[in-house]
């Protein structure tokens, strides 16, 4: 099973930028969809991921661009700039965004949002501890996905919260 790092060390820098992303070193990333597959396909959800660490972003990015509509932040105020420009249907949040704010109190900003009141949300995360895990689906998230993590368990962690059966019966469901 092949971890965050492990699949993040198998690309170079040159292999993540021709990864049709924009400009992968700008702190909002927008990653399209291809027009021929959008136009065949139903609509995409849209995710908003927001990462400190540039790597990683562009990796998020990388492994979910195929499956949804993805826009990347780097932080607190700049996703929540973000959130009031353009609407999605679900979030991807680090906890740790190396700023005074973390990525629970952003989950309470988008969410006193009328229009985010109930959008799901995954906590993608380096906090393991014991408690971690609870903490989190307590303070308001959806799911929780561990780092290092592999591009099955988060898309598994998002088939997961887009699954209304499943976001009552198995809420907190870790990747």
Avoid: W
Avoid at 75 to 100: M, P, Q
């Amino acid at each position: 099973m092949k971890t965050l790092f492990t699949l993040f060390s198998e690309y170079t820098e040159q292999d993540l930028m021709a990864a049709n992303l924009p400009n992968p070193r700008a702190s909002a990333d927008r990653a399209p969809a291809d027009s021929a597959s959008k136009a065949a396909a139903p609509r995409r959800r849209s995710l908003l991921v927001v990462e400190d660490n540039p790597s990683t972003r562009i990796l998020l990015v990388y492994m979910l661009k195929a499956t949804y509509d993805i826009t990347a932040a780097a932080g607190f105020d700049e996703a929540i700039t973000l959130t009031k420009e353009s609407s999605f249907d679900g979030l991807v949040l680090d906890i740790n965004l190396c700023e005074e704010r973390t990525g629970v109190d952003l989950l309470h900003a988008i969410r006193a949002m009328p229009k985010y009141r109930n959008v799901p949300a995954i906590a993608c995360t380096a906090y393991t501890s014991f408690g971690d895990r609870e903490r989190l689906l307590e303070s308001g998230f959806d799911r929780y996905v561990a780092k290092p993590f592999t591009k099955e368990q988060l898309r598994n962690a998002l088939a997961h919260l887009f699954d209304p059966a499943s976001r009552k019966s198995s809420s907190g469901y870790q990747a």
